[in-house]
């Protein structure tokens, strides 16, 4: 968490981190039916761009995230706009158990491929969510390592047929993708476009509890 917690402070002055949340947070709302009574919770929320962005749109939204740089950040930008249905969570749910929350939304914007267990996680988002819940996963498609060069020891973004995969091995039905923004970073001596996607994915409604998805 060190570096996370040392890039806090200039985290949100990254124009192309401010657009790709702006961009994963319209195609979320293309994709769920959010209204003014949806619980919301990020899960690596850092500093908050993807939350606030779909603040107003929610009942309450939890950012959670195991940076206390970032969260001090986000905790910062609550008090300054005084925002009603904001508030911050310390966690890691690599090292933690589940809280003892429901939620109608889960989401996370590149974080999963800093998690090495994918399933792990997967079955504790489908654990905090309400029965009919949506979980929103943005990240990065496959990749060969470019992304972040030498020295990176999570995943080399995710091949979408096999998170579809572990998705629906952790119960989730009506998983959909789409391609929702392009980051273009340089790595070695050219420019590369890496793209990035949108997974939505549903618990299962309580109706559909026992049936086959």
């Known amino acids: 968490m060190t570096d996370f917690d040392a890039a806090a402070k200039t985290w949100d002055q990254d124009a192309i981190k401010v657009d790709r949340a702006r961009a994963i947070a319209a195609a979320i709302l293309n994709r769920v039916p959010i209204n003014t009574t949806t619980l919301a919770l990020e899960y690596g929320a850092g500093t908050g761009l993807l939350g606030f962005a779909l603040q107003p749109h929610v009942r309450h939204m939890v950012l959670a995230d195991a ?82 060069g030498t020295g990176f020891h999570g995943h080399h973004g995710f091949d979408r047929g096999e998170l579809a995969a572990l998705a629906d091995s952790a119960g989730f039905i009506n998983i959909n993708f789409d391609t929702v923004f392009y980051m273009q970073r340089r790595a070695g001596d050219a420019l590369r476009t890496f793209p990035l996607f949108l997974m939505t994915a549903q618990r299962k409604p309580a109706s559909n509890r026992g049936t086959v998805s």
């Open 67 to 148: 940076s206390l740089g970032m969260l001090t950040v986000a905790r910062d930008k609550i008090s300054a706009t005084a925002v009603q249905n904001v508030s911050i969570l310390a966690l890691d749910l690599e090292k933690e158990p589940a809280p003892d929350r429901r939620f109608d939304l889960l989401m996370m914007s590149m974080t999963l491929h800093h998690i090495a267990d994918t399933r792990a996680i997967l079955d504790k988002f489908y654990t905090l969510l309400q029965d009919g819940g949506y979980l929103c996963v943005a990240d990065l498609d496959k990749e060969d390592g470019s992304f972040h």
